[in-house]
């Protein structure tokens, strides 16, 4: 979706794909799961390695351990989902 290796993805890179319009409440979401420890879901809109733009829902949960924090989840594309339901 975005063009970015999975090393890359891994270390924070993919947030910047994510249009301004949605950080704010994208970077409040995360926030208030990790104070939480539950886990993450969001939908937010990325600019796609193409150049488009892209509907993904990121789901994800922290995973503590005495080496710090892990994260495991996965990034999907809903995009047509997205250009389903308005229709």
Known sequence: ILGV????????SWFDHVLQEDREELTQ?????????????AECRV?????GIRWIH???????????????GAVEDITQHRRSARQ
Do not use: K, N, Q
């Not at 600019?47 to 150049?51: E, K, L, T």
């Not at 990121?58 to 495991?72: E, I, P």
């Open 58 to 72: 990121v789901r994800c949960r922290v995973l503590l351990d005495d080496f710090g924090a892990t994260y495991v």
């Open 5 to 12: 290796s999975f090393l890359d993805g891994m270390i924070g």
């Open 29 to 41: 979401s995360w926030r208030t799961s990790w104070e939480r420890r539950e886990p993450f879901s």
């Open 47 to 51: 600019r796609a390695h193409d150049g």
